[in-house]
């Protein structure tokens, strides 16, 4: 069955302005988070049910954040299905007693909660993300288990809905809590997942079993009811897998609450016991991020003047200020955190060029947001005396690529760059990149694209994804395309290559939309540019969570 398609709440073609942009990207989250939408969400009242996002906001800490992760996923996909909103599941971190914990609420207002592939992939992040950085997870669950129609897609992969199990039994032998509330449907497969939590707690009215009745009647002709097959009362009193019974949803989030509130809280991660008390911080100069970095890339910008937005009291300790200088790198405070920031440089650059070079040659010119030899290697070291320092590594992403051309290829870029991946991939600091405009290409490797396991990965609504920019690319499908028409004997007229050129471009630009990203879970989430510090400080608090660091080992190292 086709699974993706391009219609109506796909992403559309990039906007020209922040507030367009900003405009766009909230109407397409609210739209998302609706869910199955207005009538859906009655039937689940109809039940005497909450919503997830009720649930959710029943849950947390009065006055504190929800921090929600992977927002867009599915935007866009499966509308010949009639689609799957936030991928019928709704994931965050949020503070439960004070502290930070992961929660993974299923949506049944999108299909019953069922899983699609990118439902699985979803909670597959969001546990990951609790597993490394050791955050205790709660499991609101309301799911009618896989949608079958895609059942070769969700079930069978290493990245699959079997996953998800295998990750609850890593969490919980590495001791992160895991608290998980059944709320309605727990069917099939997905029955594992409450069960091989710490605590289970079951709403009267819910079902728990690997097949539903009418299953049960077609494999083995036992006619039985839901409750008695899988309710509440049977599970606490009979069957003994549920720990405690609630009478409702409000009555269970109340119980979750309690009972998060009396785990014990481990030791903080190293970096973090070298946080400054929060009386102590200081705010940086107040300024609209949006207004520094335009919104097309076509705008110069000193990525300085964007990390001295961002830390605490403006202050930054660059590294190497003077050389290299298409990555910035240095130290910093973020609420108190140390911070390790590697950035791409906007600006154009005058670079001193080499005693003994092109004759009356003193100088060139070098481009911002491209990296060139000697800005990977500064970045290389710098990667390692992060590590050396065992603080944190923050990426601001807004790359072009590697220079190219005979010059770079004979002051060894290759290799160069290859010392850079190899830090990247090796360091062992937590990670969390910010793409802030272009990632494309292998810049989006060396500045930690989500191949290289960050922690946290976020994009602004003016980050564009690609392997090349949108121009270049539709050239070069362009030339492929023509290549094949002359090769069956068509020559396009003018009018014919502008429609061809135009059909081309049209469709990457839709590819190079930050919620097509975020729909693939390629990015964790879109956030605004002026919420980048306070979310930054929130992702070092829970990265925080995890007081183990393992010893920073490289292999063979380019030099």
């Not at 009267?204 to 002709?221: D, F, H, N, R, T």
């Not at 920019?469 to 050239?475: D, F, I, L, T, W």
Request: aromatic letters at 8%; hydrophobic letters at 40%; one cysteine or more.
């Amino acid at each position: 069955m086709k699974s993706e398609t391009s219609g109506a709440g796909a992403a559309q073609p990039p906007t020209a302005s922040w507030p367009q942009a900003l405009q766009d990207w909230q109407s397409s989250a609210a739209t998302v988070r609706a869910g199955g939408g207005p009538k859906a969400q009655q039937r689940q009242h109809d039940k005497g049910r909450l919503t997830a996002r009720e649930r959710i906001g029943l849950l947390l800490d009065g006055g504190s954040e929800f921090d929600e992760l992977m927002t867009f996923a599915g935007y866009g996909m499966y509308e010949d299905v009639g689609g799957c909103p936030s991928g019928g599941t709704v994931t965050g971190i949020g503070h439960i007693g004070g502290r930070p914990w992961m929660i993974i609420a299923n949506d049944a207002t999108v299909k019953a909660g069922a899983f699609f592939p990118i439902t699985a992939k979803k909670v597959i992040r969001a546990q990951t993300i609790a597993l490394e950085n050791h955050l205790p997870t709660v499991y609101l669950v309301d799911s009618a288990g896989v949608y079958l129609p895609m059942q070769d897609e969700i079930f069978p992969d290493q990245d699959d809905f079997g996953r998800v199990f295998y990750l609850n039994a890593r969490m919980s032998a590495q001791g992160i809590p895991q608290i998980a509330a059944i709320m309605g449907n727990c069917v099939a497969g997905g029955a594992y997942l409450p069960v091989m939590c710490d605590t289970l707690i079951m709403t009267e009215g819910s079902g728990l079993y690997l097949a539903g009745p009418a299953l049960v009647k077609a494999a083995i002709g036992q006619v039985v009811d839901s409750e008695e097959l899988g309710g509440a009362d049977m599970h606490a009193s009979i069957a003994g897998t549920v720990d405690y019974k609630e009478p409702d949803d409000e009555s269970a989030l109340r119980r979750i609450r309690s009972l998060a509130g009396l785990y014990a809280q481990g030791d903080p991660a190293p970096f973090a016991r070298r946080r400054t008390p929060a009386a102590e911080v200081q705010e940086p100069p107040a300024r609209d991020l949006t207004e520094l970095v335009g919104f097309d890339g076509t705008k110069t910008y000193d990525v300085r003047d964007l990390i001295t937005s961002i830390v605490d009291g403006g202050e930054f300790h660059e590294f190497k200020p003077e050389y290299g200088e298409t990555i910035v790198c240095g130290f910093a405070r973020v609420g108190g955190f140390p911070a390790a920031f590697v950035a791409n440089q906007r600006t154009v650059i005058k670079k001193k060029m080499k005693a003994g070079g092109v004759p009356g040659l003193t100088t060139r010119i070098e481009v911002g947001g491209v990296i060139y030899g000697d800005s990977a290697d500064k970045a290389a070291r710098f990667i390692l005396d992060a590590n050396q320092a065992g603080v944190p590594l923050v990426f601001l992403s807004d790359v072009t690529g590697f220079m190219v051309g005979r010059d770079s290829e004979q002051e060894g870029i290759i290799r160069r760059g290859a010392k850079l991946v190899n830090a990247v991939s090796n360091s062992v600091v937590p990670k969390i990149t910010i793409i802030t405009g272009g990632s494309f290409g292998a810049g989006n490797y060396a500045m930690n694209g989500k191949a290289y396991g960050p922690r946290f990965i976020f994009a602004w609504p003016s980050a564009k994804y690609a392997v090349m920019s949108g121009n270049a690319a539709a050239k070069t499908l362009l030339d492929i395309q023509l290549a094949a028409l002359k090769r069956g004997g068509h020559t396009p007229d003018d009018e014919e290559l502008q429609r061809l050129y135009d059909e081309v471009k049209a469709k990457y630009d839709t590819e190079l939309d930050p919620r097509y990203a975020a729909a693939r879970l390629w990015v964790d989430e879109i956030i605004a540019p002026n919420d980048t510090r306070a979310r930054l400080i929130r992702s070092l608090e829970a990265c925080a969570q995890n007081p183990k660091q393992e010893e920073l080992r490289v292999g063979v190292f380019q030099v």
